[in-house]
């Protein structure tokens, strides 16, 4: 399959949405991106430390133009940060410039999955749990509303991932979204 369109791929922190977008890129022959790593880029320190020191209402602005400028850019594979659906203009833009995948994680398994993770601002707190459960609370109906296709991470390989995504898209590609992703409707694969 060529890259003929952008893949947009969003969920809660630690979803595998770096891991995967790297992964179907690789399969696609196509360029992965990485919103926080672009920002990273152009700001010169982590988006921990530009959080801590400009507060999350600079970074959110960076980052919608971040994904402004990413989202233009067709033939990505482009992995978002977990809070990109936050802003209305941000949903808007990804679902009409490319097929947005979201990868729907149970806040107890990425709970498990980050336990030692230092580097998500938002979860560097006393009970990571408790803040998993609400994020997933505020954002899964965000999530869903720029969606083409829900998939459960649940007990899935890296691999399985890939390949389930890989069917989606060729479905897409042929079918519904008759080769211009964006105006399909979501989908729950797998469970």
Same mark, same amino acid.
């Given at each position: #399959?060529?890259?003929?369109?952008? /893949? /947009?791929?969003?969920?809660?922190?630690?979803?595998?949405?770096?891991?995967?977008?790297? +992964?179907?890129? $690789?399969? #696609?022959?196509?360029?992965?991106?990485?919103?926080?790593?672009?920002?990273? +880029?152009?700001?010169?320190?982590? /988006?921990?430390?530009?959080?801590?020191?400009?507060? =999350?209402? &600079?970074?959110?602005?960076?980052?919608?133009?971040?994904?402004?400028?990413?989202?233009?850019? *067709?033939?990505?594979?482009?992995?978002?940060?977990?809070? *990109?659906?936050? $802003?209305? /203009?941000? @949903?808007? @833009?990804?679902?009409? $410039?490319?097929?947005?995948?979201?990868?729907?994680?149970?806040?107890? *398994?990425?709970? @498990?999955?980050?336990?030692?993770?230092?580097? @998500?601002?938002?979860?560097?707190? &006393?009970?990571?749990?408790?803040?998993? $459960?609400?994020?997933? &609370? =505020?954002?899964?109906?965000?999530?869903?509303?720029? +969606?083409?296709?829900?998939?459960?991470?649940?007990?899935?390989?890296?691999? #399985?991932?890939?390949?389930?995504? #890989?069917?989606?898209?060729?479905? +897409?590609?042929?079918?519904?979204?008759?080769?211009?992703?964006?105006?399909?409707? *979501?989908?729950?694969?797998?469970?």
């Amino acid at each position: #399959m060529t890259c003929l369109f952008t /893949v /947009v791929l969003v969920g809660l922190p630690g979803s595998g949405k770096s891991s995967v977008g790297r +992964a179907v890129a $690789r399969r #696609m022959d196509c360029v992965w991106k990485d919103s926080d790593h672009e920002i990273e +880029a152009q700001l010169g320190c982590t /988006v921990r430390e530009y959080f801590e020191a400009e507060g =999350e209402g &600079a970074f959110r602005d960076r980052e919608e133009e971040v994904l402004d400028s990413l989202s233009r850019t *067709a033939g990505i594979v482009l992995s978002t940060g977990g809070g *990109a659906v936050l $802003r209305e /203009v941000n @949903r808007q @833009r990804l679902k009409e $410039r490319g097929t947005v995948i979201y990868l729907r994680s149970s806040p107890e *398994a990425l709970c @498990r999955r980050l336990k030692n993770d230092t580097k @998500r601002p938002l979860l560097q707190v &006393a009970d990571p749990l408790k803040r998993l $459960r609400a994020l997933y &609370a =505020e954002r899964d109906p965000l999530y869903r509303e720029c +969606a083409h296709f829900v998939i459960d991470t649940h007990g899935s390989s890296l691999s #399985m991932l890939v390949n389930r995504i #890989m069917m989606q898209l060729e479905l +897409a590609e042929g079918g519904a979204l008759g080769g211009q992703p964006g105006t399909g409707s *979501a989908g729950d694969v797998g469970s």
